[in-house]
């Protein structure tokens, strides 16, 4: 399963159609830009965007804005300094997916980005990332665009390029979504290519690495594809229901490359699922454990269900200094219906582990899944109180957001939330009409206010003055510990 030359060959059929770098006359250029300038919970590097510059440096001139180290007002001369014959635009993120205070992204980056784009520039604009990729025709239409491309752009992102630079219609590309005769046409994304390994740090010289380094980290993807059946999630339909796996020495190749280039930095596994298939995240601590490579590590998803002994420990050995659980829910009940792969015994061992060998954790459930009721809710609050720590974080979101092709868009058209022609580019969510919205936010705030260490989405951005307080205390005193940890001690003086 491992495919270790699987970025090369991806990247490469693609290019060879192009001239090559030493007979090119003038090539043309590309400008990709990021317009993620999110903060919370950390500021993220745009590691999608940079694995697709690799793809296509060899063939084009290509440009990085990173609209988080520069004021939009800057795009203006980008464009004008630059003169793209394309750009490509990543989205990653829709909305904050927070229901009591939603925050909807698309319409400021259509404004400062895609509208200025089309305002200064000739270029052909492209448009691409996770957000986009669930609602590509939406997004297309609302910015009125013709180009996008659906899930990973390693090798769809190059031979688009190629189909433009020949005239032809990009046609059969795979992920392609395009407008032809005023219609979008949908090519299928192909998720069977292997696994890109390319070594992402060459592309952070192109990125101010600091904005990301304080609260931030390196992150780093050891597979891709999701096998559950989760029914409210995305993530299959983003990478596709197989694994691809990376060859654990190449992962470790290029911590060890980027930690002796950037220093001290906090490496993040940002797989869907770090700990499955079972054997894959061992192999990676135990190579690293073998290099006796000194490096913080940190990973979100982690399955209850393929958490044993042996992992958590070959984890703090290669050393893990936080780790993500994200069991969603701790009733029985809410587990079948939100299809989670673990039974609540499982969820119980796996909490054990992670007590047992204070491995610091934060964890996520999310209430108001169909069927649930005052009764569930409170299953999950008596499982948080008897397994999980004081010391460690639980993050409680309200309400399910409902994106399309997924078992949770077919339960609420069921149910009638919503209709089948509504647009849910702007977030819709759904709350179990067996508690209710305002039941359900009663009962959390409730219950939250009992546990000092639970922390409600609507809270999960730190005051400020609580951030500043937490960094200077790390600084000062310096402080290991997770971030969460640092801000849980300061939260009643900030209350
Ligand atoms: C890991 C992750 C996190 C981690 C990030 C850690 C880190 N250091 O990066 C954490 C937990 C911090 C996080 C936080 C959030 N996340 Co998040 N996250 C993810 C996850 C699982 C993977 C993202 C990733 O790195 N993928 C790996 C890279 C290689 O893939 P990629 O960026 O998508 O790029 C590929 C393609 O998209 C494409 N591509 C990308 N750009 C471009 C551009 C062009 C022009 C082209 C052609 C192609 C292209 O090609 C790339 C290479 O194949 C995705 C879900 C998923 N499976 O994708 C959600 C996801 C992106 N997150 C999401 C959200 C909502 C958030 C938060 C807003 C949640 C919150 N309220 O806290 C925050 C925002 C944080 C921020 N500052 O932006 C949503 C976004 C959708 C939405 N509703 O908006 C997603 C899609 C999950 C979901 N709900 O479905 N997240």
Known sequence: MVSGS????????????FVPHEEARAMKKVLLINTNTEKIPYPVPPLGLCLIARCIEKSFEVSFYDAAAHPETELKEWLTAVN???????????????????????????????????????????LGGSGFSIFPEEILAAADLSYGIIGEGESSFPQLLDALEKGKEPQGIPGVIYKKD???????????????????SVMYDRLQMDLYRERGSYPLQTKRGCIFSCIYCSYPNLEGRNYRLRDPAEIADEIEEASGRLGDILF????STFNSPAGHAEAICKEIIKR?????????????????????????????????????????????????????????????????HDMPTMWFFMFGGPGETEETVMETFSFIDRYI?????????????????????????????IKADDNLLEPVYYVSPDIGRENLSYLLHREIAKRPNVVHALDSAPKPEMLAEA??????????????????RLKSKYQ
Request: hydrophobic fraction near 40%.
């Open 292 to 356: 006796k490579m000194k490096i913080r590590l940190r990973t979100m998803g982690i399955n209850p269900k393929d958490a044993s002994p042996a992992l958590i420990s070959l984890m703090k050995g290669a050393g893990f200094r936080q780790i993500d659980c994200t069991p969603d829910t701790a009733s029985p009940k809410m587990l079948k219906t939100m299809k989670k792969n673990f039974s609540i015994e499982q969820l119980q061992v796996c909490a054990d582990l992670i007590r047992g």
């Open 84 to 126: 793209p014959d394309y750009i490509g635009i990543s989205i990653r993120n829709i909305d904050n997916t927070v229901m009591g205070r939603p925050v909807f992204f698309i319409p400021d980056i259509i404004r400062k980005y895609i509208a200025v784009t089309r305002d200064h520039a000739k270029a052909t604009v492209i």
């Open 268 to 271: 993040e596994f940002v797989d």
């Open 389 to 417: 720590s004081g010391k460690d974080m639980v993050f409680t979101g309200e309400g399910v957001r409902i994106y399309p092709l997924t078992e949770m868009y077919d339960i609420a058209l069921k149910q009638g939330f």
């Open 182 to 200: 005023n219609q979008y046409r949908i090519n299928p994304p192909d998720f069977k290519v292997s696994m890109p390994d390319v070594p992402f």
């Open 471 to 488: 960094l200077a205390i790390r600084k000062t005193q310096g402080l290991e510990e997770p971030m969460f940890r640092t801000l849980l």
């Open 6 to 17: 699987g970025f090369r060959s991806a990247c490469m059929k693609n290019s060879a159609t």
